[in-house]
């Protein structure tokens, strides 16, 4: 009679004290293992993003370092949105924010009077380009739309949190040698400010 109640007892199962326990302690361990889940996924996003921004910054200072070296110098660049010789700033002498459009005359051989046009896409913060033959003979006139954008344009460069241009030898864009170009760059929490100097191999 005693060994049964002693086996009724063990079949009882847990009580509710130790269900909530038992809640407890699994509660901390989830908690600890998703914070550990987090933090890492946190860490591997950045470091990610510091490695595309760079990858991407490197990338963009070596094409457009090839184009500005081999071109003639700037023929076009404006700040507006609108197009036209009204809102070219050629003649500037200082440094221009977020250029809107950018063209070089693209000097190389066989190629002598292209030009290359540089398109920041304020909508997916990229830069965009084409190169425009000799028959376009202002392709500042072309509508730079960034909604009709189509497969003749190429990504320049991707999270392009901001750009700027300046001519050098504090001159201006017509008349100088050489250009600068700053470009910031943005990836989530991550950022790199990218800069250097080209002088015109082909300028007349």
Do not use: C
């Amino acid at each position: 009679m005693i060994y049964k109640k002693k086996l009724i007892r063990k079949m009882d199962g847990f009580s509710l004290v130790e269900l909530l326990v038992a809640s407890v302690i699994v509660s901390i361990i989830v908690g600890v293992i998703g914070s550990f889940l987090v933090i890492h996924i946190q860490s591997f996003e950045t470091a990610k993003s510091s490695i595309d921004i760079q990858y991407e910054g490197q990338l963009a200072l070596n094409r457009i370092g090839k184009v500005a070296m081999e071109s003639g110098g700037v023929s076009y660049i404006t700040s507006d949105q609108r197009t036209g010789m009204e809102h070219n700033a050629i003649t500037s002498t200082g440094r221009i924010d977020n250029p809107y459009a950018l063209v070089f005359e693209y000097v190389s051989e066989g190629n002598h009077g292209d030009k290359v046009v540089f398109l920041h896409d304020f909508v997916y913060n990229r830069i965009v380009f084409k190169t425009i033959d000799t028959l376009e003979s202002m392709p500042y006139q072309i509508d730079y739309n960034v909604s009709m954008l189509n497969s003749e344009w190429y990504v320049f460069a991707e999270y392009v949190d901001s750009w700027a241009v300046e001519p050098s030898y504090n001159q201006s864009f017509e008349e100088s040698g050489g250009i600068n170009i700053f470009i910031n760059f943005r990836k989530n929490d991550s950022t790199i400010s990218l800069s250097n100097t080209y002088k015109y191999r082909n300028k007349n």
